[in-house]
């Protein structure tokens, strides 16, 4: 994925385990880039895998219904090494903070990095 310009979506989902615990508007995100004209490719992170396909943007609007589309550069650098290494669990925020080169150990949920794209990607852009 050597495309410069994603797309993170964030929406509400009540179906997963935190649901509960999350920010209305903010329990599940995915990431998704165009590959020509009318066609994006999504990565999202479902139930247990990880889904990959393309579709339009029509249909992911319809997707995320009233959710939030942030149009983001990739800050993707070869990796620094940290002198000390914090786990995180697999979730969406996880697989966005991949594809976007977000090293930022302690953001784990939408919310989180929501807040962390709007602050320290200053090219950072809300389109929906």
Not at 3 to 30: I, P, Q, R
Not at 98 to 113: D, E, K, N
Request: charged share 20%; proline share 5%; aromatic share 18%.
């Amino acid at each position: 994925m050597l495309n410069e310009w994603y797309y993170v979506a964030f929406m509400s989902d009540n179906s997963g385990l935190y649901a509960k615990f999350e920010k209305k508007g903010f329990t599940h995100c995915f990431i998704f880039y165009p590959i020509n004209d009318n066609q994006y490719a999504v990565l999202e992170h479902g139930k247990m895998y990880v889904q990959f396909g393309t579709v339009t943007l029509e249909q992911i609007e319809k997707h995320i219904g009233d959710g939030i589309i942030i149009k983001v550069k990739s800050k993707r650098q070869p990796r620094a090494k940290w002198w000390w290494w914090v786990p995180t669990p697999d979730t969406c925020v996880t697989i966005v903070k991949q594809v976007l080169g977000i090293h930022a150990p302690f953001v784990w949920s939408p919310y989180q990095l929501y807040k962390h794209i709007k602050r320290s990607h200053k090219w950072a852009e809300e389109i929906h």
